[in-house]
């Protein structure tokens, strides 16, 4: 799995639009995100603010250069999909999308209704501008997971359903995940990408990662995972050749003699509280990406970050299959902490 991996302790950051509007000036309307022109040019900008502060690390590397990106790969928000399946959507100037429940009183879904919607359209409409204009597109659009969009289609009456109508809810999960399937597919084949809105750290990978998100499995038992959920995990391992789970909860290591029946997980974030000594010890050869609290970070002396971060790796077991991120730090967070983690991950890197 090491050669998969471009990079030994890849280090990674997304900032949230809290951070971007306070330090940048940016605002996050809908034409940020389906405004041809503007996807382009904030994007650069964003490259352009990372390289300024730590373009001696690697980042922002784009800064010149114009990009056809058709998501948003600088931020943490899956939206679209949702939208698309009928949920409201409110675009605000410092937050990430706001995905408001749809309420749905029944397990019933119209899969082709979500390519007729006029968010799909309107999708459509701007990667067809950007590849009018570029001739080719980059990127892709974070696009949530089975469990996560359920929620915001059914809100939290999707639990009861269950254990009420455990055959509906089956059927349920596996429209969604068809929807999921056809639109990622779709993107994948006109940028070469999937899942870098999910989280950045796979584009260390020499081939897409197919990053699931499962940030709400955290409110469910490993039982009802196993029975509902982790088929759809099995068959895209199999379909896929890199294949991932994106859980940033406390408590993934719950979930590790599960992982460890998904053939070929390759990459698996790991929230900030998990056991990395367990999950490394169901999955040898699974990518384990430490995901950093952007809450603590903010607290944090530099020499607790230090501290902390040569600690986790350590705990991960493998630094070729050890990676090292965070996620949705706000304007709190001074930079100096940020170049903290990036001048340990080079230390260690060297010894």
Not at 4 to 31: C, H, K, M, S, Y
Not at 53 to 72: E, F, M, N, S
Not at 126 to 155: H, P, S
């Amino acid at each position: 799995m090491s050669n998969l991996v471009t990079q030994r302790l890849p280090v990674e950051f997304v900032f949230a639009p809290a951070w971007w509007n306070n330090r940048e000036g940016i605002t996050f309307d809908e034409d940020f995100f389906y405004h041809p022109a503007r996807r382009v040019e904030v994007e650069r900008r964003m490259e352009k603010a990372l390289y300024d502060r730590w373009g001696g690390y690697g980042l922002g590397a784009d800064h010149q250069v114009d990009h056809p990106v058709v998501g948003p790969v600088h931020l943490a928000a899956g939206y679209l999909v949702s939208e698309m399946l009928g949920c409201e959507v409110h675009y605000k100037e410092a937050s990430p999308p706001e995905v408001v429940s749809a309420g749905r009183t029944d397990l019933s879904i119209d899969e082709e209704s979500a390519f007729r919607s006029p968010s799909y359209a309107r999708f459509i409409r701007l990667m067809e501008a950007l590849k009018g204009r570029f001739g080719r597109l980059e990127g892709d659009v974070n696009w949530g997971g089975v469990l996560n969009i359920a929620m915001d289609l059914r809100g939290q009456r999707i639990f009861e359903d269950m254990y009420d109508q455990p055959a509906e809810t089956g059927a349920f999960f596996a429209g969604i995940g068809r929807v999921i399937e056809r639109f990622v597919g779709q993107v994948e084949q006109e940028t070469g990408t999937s899942s870098v809105a999910v989280n950045r750290s796979v584009r260390f990978f020499r081939k897409p990662v197919y990053l699931h998100s499962e940030c709400s499995h955290t409110m469910i038992s490993v039982e009802d995972y196993e029975a509902f959920l982790m088929p759809i995990d099995q068959a895209w391992s199999r379909k896929h050749d890199v294949f991932g789970i994106h859980y940033c909860g406390a408590d993934p290591h719950r979930y590790a003699g599960a992982f460890a029946k998904i053939p070929k997980l390759a990459f698996l974030d790991v929230g900030w509280g998990g056991d990395l000594k367990i999950l490394r010890a169901a999955l040898p050869d699974t990518f384990l990406n430490i995901r950093l609290s952007p809450v603590e970070l903010a607290s944090q002396t530099i020499g607790e970050i230090r501290s902390v971060v040569r600690r986790l790796v350590a705990d991960a077991g493998y630094p070729a299959l050890t990676g090292l991120c965070c996620v949705n730090m706000d304007e709190k967070v001074a930079d100096e902490k940020i170049t903290a983690i990036l001048e340990t991950a080079d230390e260690m890197r060297a010894r």
